[in-house]
C-alpha cells in the first residue's frame, strides 16, 4: 500500500471522531445526573452564566453557532425553563436572554462535572500540548476561511 501524503489524509474525520467522543461523554453525564439538555444547550447555558444578560448575536459569536442555531436553542431552553427573554425596550424586536433560577441551578449541578470531564479528556497531556492543539485548529480553520 502506498503511503499518503500528510496534506491528504483526512483530518476532518479524526476531529470529527473526537468531537462525537467528547459529546457522547457529555450526554452520557448530564443523562446519569437527569438533566434533559443537550452539548449545544449546555454551550449556551455556560455562555450565560459567564454573563448573565446578553442578546442573541452576542451567544452565536461566544458559542461559535450561527444566529438561526442559536435562536432554536433558545426556544427549546424558554420551554425547559433555563433561560427568559426581556423585551429591549428601545426596539421590541430585539431581546436580552439571561438564565433563570433554574437555569442558574443547572449550570451550578453541571459545572463541576463539565470541569471533570475536561480533565478527563486532558489527562496525560499539559500547558504546551494545548497550546499546540490550538495553533494547529486555528491554523487549519483559518485555511478554510
Known amino acids: 500500500m502506498e503511503k499518503q501524503h500528510i496534506e491528504t489524509?483526512?483530518?476532518?474525520?479524526?476531529?470529527d471522531k473526537t468531537i462525537k467522543?467528547?459529546?457522547?461523554n457529555y450526554q452520557k453525564k448530564f443523562k446519569a445526573l437527569n438533566i434533559?439538555?443537550?452539548t449545544?444547550?449546555?454551550?449556551i447555558i455556560d455562555c450565560l452564566a459567564d454573563k448573565n444578560i446578553q442578546?442573541?448575536?452576542?451567544?452565536a459569536e461566544k458559542s461559535f453557532k450561527n444566529k438561526p442555531t442559536v435562536s432554536?436553542?433558545?426556544?427549546l431552553l424558554e420551554k425547559k425553563k433555563l433561560i427568559e427573554r426581556i423585551p429591549v425596550?428601545?426596539?421590541r424586536r430585539?431581546?436580552?436572554i439571561r438564565l433563570t433560577e433554574l437555569g442558574q441551578q443547572i449550570h451550578k449541578k453541571l459545572l463541576p462535572e463539565v470541569e471533570a470531564l475536561r480533565r478527563k479528556g486532558w489527562n496525560t497531556l499539559n500547558d504546551n500540548d494545548y497550546f499546540d492543539l490550538e495553533r494547529i485548529l486555528n491554523v487549519i480553520f483559518k485555511n478554510f476561511e
Do not use: C, P, V, Y
Not at 449545544?40 to 454551550?43: A, D, F, L, R, T
Not at 442578546?55 to 451567544?59: D, G, P
Not at 432554536?72 to 426556544?75: D, E, F, G, K, Q
Open 89 to 91: 425596550r428601545a426596539d
Open 21 to 24: 467522543q467528547i459529546k457522547s
Open 94 to 96: 430585539k431581546f436580552h
Open 72 to 75: 432554536r436553542i433558545l426556544n
Open 55 to 59: 442578546n442573541q448575536t452576542e451567544l
Open 40 to 43: 449545544e444547550q449546555w454551550m
Open 36 to 38: 434533559n439538555i443537550t
Open 9 to 15: 489524509k483526512n483530518f476532518g474525520a479524526l476531529i
